[in-house]
Antibody, heavy 123, light 108 residues
Framework: QITLKESGPTLVKPTQTLTLTCTFSGFSFSTAGVGVGWIRQTPGRALEWLAVIYWDDVKSYSPSLKSRLTITKDTSKNQVVLTMASLDPVDTGTYFC???????????????WGQGTLVTVSS | EIVMTQSPVTLSVSPGEGATLSCWANPSFSTNYLAWYQRKPGQAPRLLIYGASTRAPDIPARFSGSRSGTEFTLTISSLQSEDFAVYYCQQYNNWPPSFGPGTTVDIK
């Protein structure tokens, strides 16, 4: 059974950097094609894809947020960490990590998701 | 970046009735690289359909997906109480992946 769980601060001040951790079980990065991505949902907006890291440590970012995002993995801990710099109140929302199974396209879909963590950006 | 559109914004349905949700991409594409998700308040999104028409494991048969040309459709054949939720489509034909704004299916 695949599970993922997000953790991190619930309140962050504007201009600060957000660090979120995704801890997962039921799969590993030793499986070729596997990825873990981050997706968020901000108030009044649809789901927005942010970043993904693959089993081979290849990383990809949303073009509009690329300059602010960094994604890394710790295979020994089954964790993926997303950092987002220069936070603004518009970044307030629920942040999800999700398991990306192998697909024959670069983009991919997401099968198993964490419950999400609500992040509020406010002074 | 591909922009996804969904219709209708809200669909009011009585339990036991069917529901049809639509999704389009701009620019359009004619592959089957589209997924559907269900989202309930406070819960994780749930993958329903991938490859436009393949049900994810453990998804009831009342959920079905299809493509006609460049239009994608999610059909729920007979709504159960647990099906009232927001439904999102997501394209993975082009980079980066993108989601539609969602269709809310509520109780009539």
């Amino acid at each position: 059974q695949i599970t993922l769980k997000e953790s991190g601060p619930t309140l962050v001040k504007p201009t600060q950097t957000l660090t979120l951790t995704c801890t997962f079980s039921g799969f590993s990065f030793s499986t070729a094609g596997v990825g873990v991505g981050w997706i968020r949902q901000t108030p009044g907006r649809a789901l927005e894809w942010l970043a993904v890291i693959y089993w081979d440590d290849v990383k990809s970012y949303s073009p509009s947020l690329k300059s602010r995002l960094t994604i890394t993995k710790d295979t020994s801990k089954n964790q993926v960490v997303l950092t987002m710099a220069s936070l603004d109140p518009v970044d307030t929302g629920t942040y999800f990590c999700a398991h990306r199974p192998y697909t024959d396209t670069t983009a991919g879909y997401y099968h198993h998701w964490g419950q999400g963590t609500l992040v509020t950006v406010s002074s | 970046e591909i922009v996804m559109t969904q219709s209708p914004v809200t669909l009011s349905v009585s339990p036991g009735e069917g529901a049809t949700l639509s999704c389009w991409a701009n620019p359009s594409f004619s592959t089957n690289y589209l997924a559907w998700y269900q989202r309930k308040p406070g819960q994780a999104p749930r993958l329903l359909i991938y490859g436009a028409s393949t049900r994810a494991p453990d998804i009831p048969a009342r959920f079905s997906g299809s493509r006609s040309g460049t239009e994608f459709t999610l059909t729920i054949s007979s709504l159960q109480s647990e099906d009232f939720a927001v439904y999102y489509c997501q394209q993975y034909n082009n980079w980066p992946p993108s989601f539609g704004p969602g269709t809310t299916v509520d109780i009539k």
